[in-house]
Nanobody
């Protein structure tokens, strides 16, 4: 059972990246899914999450209008399209899955509600 992120890399300011997170050993369709990031010296923060039941999404204020989360249950994969990247988006990005959780709860309260599965992370570096 694991989540595996891919798609990270180094881009210049204003560039785009698409992160993917593929699940193996379990079915993502029943899980709320999220993307989190952690920059050096900072706490992990919820960037964007999507509910398991109704597909509602949550975005941190810092990424609204630039990032888009989506899920493909048939491919057992969740994506994060990141556009207009800024140097402050530089971080290790992690995907997470928690059973039947709402998007805002997963992104904002992950440390209290618990997360069933975490990926190992992928580095995103945005140069100025």
């Amino acid at each position: 059972v694991q989540l595996q992120e891919s798609g990270g890399g180094m881009v210049k300011t204003g560039g785009s990246l698409r992160l993917s997170c593929a699940a193996s050993g379990f079915t993502l369709a029943y899980y709320g899914l999220g993307w989190f990031r952690q920059a050096p010296g900072k706490e992990r923060e919820g960037v964007s999450c999507i509910s398991s039941s109704d597909g509602r999404t949550y975005y941190a204020e810092s990424v609204k209008g630039r990032f888009t989360i989506s899920r493909d249950n048939a491919k057992n994969t969740v994506y994060l399209q990141m556009n207009s990247l800024k140097p402050e988006d530089t971080a290790v990005y992690y995907c997470a899955a928690d059973l039947a959780v709402a998007a805002n709860t997963l992104c904002n309260d992950y440390d209290t509600v618990g997360v069933d599965y975490w990926g190992k992370g992928t580095q995103v570096t945005v140069s100025s």
